[in-house]
């Protein structure tokens, strides 16, 4: 019990500390220190949107960088065709890209497991060939720059892309602590645990994932309108590169899968080991892939999950605990169940 | 001399304590009836045996070699076969194909697959049918006969007469009479008494994965058996 | 049993309850209106509590809202004897309290009609003893239960009346002790396997 | 006329993605899994054979003396000493591994050969053709192509059909735990059945170099093709493998006919709408456990 108490205590202090960290960077940080920040904000983002669909909901895609491809599209159309504020465009993106992704479901449903991964690759690929090889409009092959973001000074648009980037993040990440709080979130881990047990207690399993899908991939082309928003031009290749959802599972799979902690270890030494091997591209993913290999086979749950069965600890508490105001005759409870041999 | 020596074995099914120290000898040739509820392990036993099913404790040995936790395909080239429960055929395998694969390891002996239609005429105008399309008697003589391809020494059988016609039950029964004059020791798990005790020279009741009752059946009582079967008296 | 609950769907006939015919409902709907089933392996959600587990039944088996589901969610424990193991992980639980919680899950549906798929298999004496006690208490606070049992004894304290069964045909209905000194159970039961056992 | 010979041509296409399909076909149908590094592997295959032609002077296909049997025991070693490791794990511990596979060979690739396009020197078989009518000729090496492919279907089907190695693989299919009562050890099928799609990845990969040029970043797109091949046709169905071939090719020719930027996306919608109308394939063959 104490060490759930503290843990938790580390946890709320944690959070305050970063919290204001990071709001007061606009005010005396450098442009490298912001862009920094925001990276490293959208690749956490990204990484608990595919955990809150993979390790809770067991949806393995592989094909997000599909989506993340289409919010940044969503973000040149609503900006530079249809006159929307850039920055109010980044989080209608991901509107446009959760409506695409519900109807989406209706075939990528009818395959189970490995095939439903591949079956989001080839979703990917049909949306990225679509945005590229027929409509000129959208810049085919070379892509199409952002031009609006172009009319705010240097400093004003970093600075309004950073508190973009940290709304849109802390909001995702409240939303998704707090789905997993709610019954929806019993009802996600419950699936995650046993599909036939969770609908023996009457939970909608087919419409709970369907959910988690479309929040997941809506989340995901938010995030990709604020990625390509960050660096001004859009172009296919990059938007809509494999490479997303690699650095994405490497993240969530080294952290541990089905937690909220998990990702953040994840990012973590992800950027890390990104520095140290700034440069040499093919060789961090040849050692990103090696590891996610490696965890597998030695450490499945990932080293917050090495944490977690070490210590019993959690700094994000999603559990629901026994309230303190139902405790309240435990003697009568407690001697009919010592008679309970086990 | 004691084909099989099975010695205080555990076992488990995930946190369920299945078996809980049992103990029996199998002499050569001879035929032993394991009944008991469901769920008395008597399943569990034989599978614990045949290698199917990790052991937990205990030792077990053939022909004094002990053979515990050995992986069942090596177990089934040493001479152990099961007729598993539920018979398992291979859908899409036709009924000579399941029977050839059972002789996978190309264990010498009598049984051939000549030898096996002779003992099973009904299966030769069923051979080349896909085993999904079998009735569930034809089904039983399948799996029967896979096991006896491997020509083994020991061979468990677990409720063979399971759902089956009385008809039927009489006919398969009637072929343990050639599988045991080819000299295979055999341990048969039965829910049906009377059945069993016409072909076992033993008997052993389990009940809460623990032995009840063991012995030669004519000299069992009633009562004594109406116990060991059920646990409290009913 | 399987069929009842959804999980298996059947082949001819059809199946009513409360009057209303439920063959097309899928098990999660079937659990909705009122029906609830222990299945014979246990099937926790092993990396919830035990207190999580029946919250999460309580939602949405039940229809409550969060603050409603913990009331239902600690009765039900405490009913089950489970209420010192709240915080533990489900994974960690033996058999009789896996037994227990599935047992508590079904109920915090708020079941009309309770399926006990051979719950007592694989327990001690003692725990079996604790657990009909439990399924009696349940009994008397007005939900019909069927209990499918092999183990005879556990079930004869306890039930009002006795449906036997042989490899799906029915072979004798009534009150234990019709059931259980006729001719056909005597003759069944050791030549076959299952009787289904249920009271109303 | 033109329909014609778009679709002669499709139909040859398809005989290399025949090919494509049936390594993928026999790991699902007898492992329930699918290698997500299928398309990287046929890649590195091409590669390892420019190797073979380069340094021994042999040409391409006489490399598959060398590359068949290397390939079969690469296929081999993966299975026993990675993904037979957490076969009890359900299927994320495999996707990973063999998405984290991918990632590794496409990018170790890229640091050997660079990202140039590189092809097979398979001399004057790149040029030859049949005549068919005034000015339409079918190449040679397509034929051939399309020719090894029903070569191998057909020498596999005798394989499962005939052999009883062949009858072990099926039980295994079926039911992996009785069949070990049997005397059969499922992990060491499944490492063969992993050898043996490496062996035909082999083949592919000798063809797709003579046939196209290749680059250290195609394989993604190799595996979507075998992947849309294996849906097609009726997962895990080797029956369903030619169909499915056939009809991709043919759906990709006619695409590209039309317009050429259409050629890839034809395949995918044709794909989509075998899922979205028959969701188990045209020829479902194995039956689904799940």
């Known amino acids: ?342 | 001399m004691a084909v099989l020596e099975v010695e205080d074995i555990h076992a488990h099914y995930g946190l369920f304590h299945a078996l809980k120290g049992v103990s029996l000898e199998v002499a050569s040739g001879d035929v032993l009836a394991i009944v008991g509820a469901n769920g008395a392990g008597k399943s569990t036993l034989l599978r614990a045996i045949c290698g199917a099913l990790p052991v937990t404790g205990g030792k077990v040995a053939m022909n004094g070699s002990s053979i515990q936790n050995q992986p069942a395909y090596e177990l089934n080239a040493l001479g152990i076969a099961l007729v598993p429960e539920g018979r398992r055929i291979f859908p899409s395998l036709s009924v000579e194909d399941n029977l050839v694969l059972g002789g996978y390891r190309g264990r010498k002996g009598h049984w051939t697959l000549q030898r096996v239609y002779e003992l099973f005429p009904e299966l030769v105008k069923r051979r080349h049918n896909a085993g999904l399309d079998l009735s569930g008697g034809e089904q039983q003589m399948v799996a029967i006969g896979r096991a006896l391809m491997s020509n083994p020494e020991l061979i468990l059988m677990d409720e063979i007469s399971l759902g089956l016609a009385p008809i039927v039950v009489e006919q398969i029964y009637r072929a343990m009479g050639d599988i045991t004059a080819q000299g295979a020791t055999v341990l048969l798990v039965e829910q049906d008494l009377s059945r069993a005790f016409t072909v076992a020279q033993h008997v052993c009741f389990l009940l809460e994965g623990r032995v009840s009752l063991r012995g030669v059946p004519s000299a069992l009582g009633d009562q004594e058996m109406m116990t060991a079967y059920f646990g409290a008296s009913v | 049993m399987k069929l009842v609950a959804g999980t298996v769907s059947l082949s001819a006939g059809s199946i009513h309850f409360d009057g209303r015919k439920i063959d097309a409902l899928r098990s999660e709907d079937r659990c909705g209106i009122g029906i609830s089933r222990t299945s014979q392996v246990p099937q926790p959600f092993v990396g919830m509590t035990v207190w999580e587990n029946v919250l999460t039944a309580a939602c949405h088996g039940g229809h409550h809202d969060l603050a409603a589901a913990e009331e239902v969610a600690y009765s039900c424990l405490q009913r089950t004897g489970l209420l010192d193991r709240h915080g533990q992980l489900a994974d960690a639980l033996p058999l009789m309290g896996r037994k227990r919680l599935e047992l508590a899950r079904a109920l915090a549906c708020a079941p009309k009609l309770l399926l006990l798929d051979e719950i007592a298999g694989g327990l001690s004496d003692f725990e079996v003893k604790d657990l009909v006690a439990l399924v009696r208490d349940i009994n008397e606070s007005g939900v019909a239960v069927v209990w499918i049992e092999h183990i005879v004894h556990a079930l004869l304290s306890v039930v009002s009346r006795v449906v036997a069964m042989d490899l799906g045909n029915l072979i004798a209905d009534g009150t234990p002790d019709e059931v259980i000194n006729g001719p056909a159970f005597k003759q069944a039961y050791f030549g076959d396997k299952i009787a289904t056992v249920g009271m109303a | 006329m033109t329909i014609i010979y778009t679709i002669i041509n499709g139909i040859l296409l398809g005989g290399l993605y025949t090919l494509f399909g049936t390594g993928l076909a026999l790991t699902f149908g007898i492992m329930r899994t699918v290698n997500l590094a299928h398309g990287d592997m046929i890649v590195f295959g091409s590669f390892m054979s420019l190797l073979i032609t380069r340094f021994l002077g042999l040409p391409p296909f006489i490399s598959l003396v060398v590359l068949i049997p290397a390939m079969f025991l690469v296929g081999q070693v993966l299975q026993h000493a990675l993904l037979n490791r957490t076969l009890q794990q359900g299927v994320m511990p495999s996707v990973i591994m063999t998405f984290g596979l991918s990632v590794i060979l496409q990018n170790a690739m890229l640091l050997s050969f660079s990202a140039d396009r590189a092809s097979l020197p398979i001399g004057s078989l790149a040029t030859m053709s049949l005549p068919l009518s005034g000015d339409f000729a079918i190449g040679v090496l397509p034929l051939i192509n399309l020719a090894t492919a029903v070569l191998v279907l057909y020498l596999l089907h005798l394989f499962f059909r005939c052999t009883m190695m062949g009858r072990a693989f099926r039980a295994t299919s079926d039911d992996p735990t009785t069949v070990e009562l049997m005397g059969v050890s499922s992990r060491q099928m499944y490492a063969l059945a992993m050898g043996i799609a490496f062996a035909v990845i082999a083949v592919s990969a000798v063809f797709m170099g003579a046939r196209t040029n290749f680059s250290p970043l195609d394989g993604p797109a190799r595996l979507i093709f075998a992947f849309e091949v294996v849906i097609i046709g009726g997962m895990g169905s080797l029956k369903g493998v030619l169909a499915g071939g056939l009809i991709l090719g043919i759906a990709q020719a006619l695409g590209g006919a039309v317009n050429p930027a259409w050629f890839q996306l034809a395949g995918h919608v044709a794909t989509l709408l075998v899922l979205a109308v028959r969701p188990s394939g045209l020829f479902p063959e194995t039956i689904d456990r799940t």
């Not at chain 1, 990484?47 to 599909?66: F, K, P, R, V």
């Not at chain 1, 609908?199 to 419409?207: E, F, T």
């Not at chain 1, 172009?235 to 990702?263: H, K, M, Q, R």
């Open chain 1, 1 to 342: 019990m104490t060490y759930r108490l503290r843990s938790h205590w580390i946890g709320l202090v944690l959070l305050a500390v970063s919290i204001a960290f990071l709001v007061s960077v606009p005010a005396w940080g450098s442009g490298y220190l912001k862009r920094t920040i925001v990276e490293f904000i959208y690749l956490l983002a990204l990484a608990q949107a595919w955990n809150l669909m993979a390790g809770y909901g067991g949806m393995l895609s592989i094909g997000q960088q599909g989506w993340l491809g289409i919010g940044a599209y969503a973000l040149v159309v609503l900006a530079e065709d249809l006159g929307i504020n850039p920055f109010l465009a980044i989080p209608l993106a991901g509107l446009v890209v959760a409506a695409l992704a519900w109807p989406s479901t209706l075939l990528l449903f009818r395959l189970r497991g490995a095939y439903f991964a591949v079956g989001t690759w080839v979703l990917a690929e049909v949306l990225r060939l679509a945005v590229t090889a027929n409509i000129d409009w959208l810049g085919g092959a070379k892509g199409r720059s952002v031009r609006s973001l172009m009319n705010y000074d240097r400093f004003m648009r970093e600075n309004l892309t950073y508190i973009v980037c940290l709304l849109l993040a802390a909001g995702g990440l409240a939303a998704i602590y707090f789905a997993l709080r709610s019954k929806t979130g019993l009802a996600l881990t419950a699936i995650r645990d046993s599909e036939p047990g969770a609908s023996g207690v009457g939970i909608k399993v087919l419409r709970t994932k369907r959910f988690v899908y479309v929040v997941a991939s809506g989340f995901t082309g938010a995030l990709g309108a604020l990625i390509y928003a960050n660096l001004l031009s859009v172009s296919p290749d990059a938007a809509f590169s494999l490479n997303w959802t690699a650095y994405v599972i490497f993240i969530v799979v080294i952290g541990g899968v089905g937690t909220l902690e998990g990702p953040i270890i994840g990012t973590a030494v992800f950027f890390l080991l990104r520095q140290f091997l700034f440069g040499f591209q093919e060789w961090s993913l040849i050692i990103f892939g090696g590891i996610a290999v490696t965890v597998m086979i030695v450490a499945p749950q990932g080293l917050w999950g090495l944490v977690k069965q070490r210590f019993d600890f959690e700094l994000l508490p999603v559990r629901r605990r026994l309230p303190a105001r139902l405790i309240t005759e435990p003697s009568a409870v407690r001697a009919a169940d010592r008679l309970d041999p086990a």
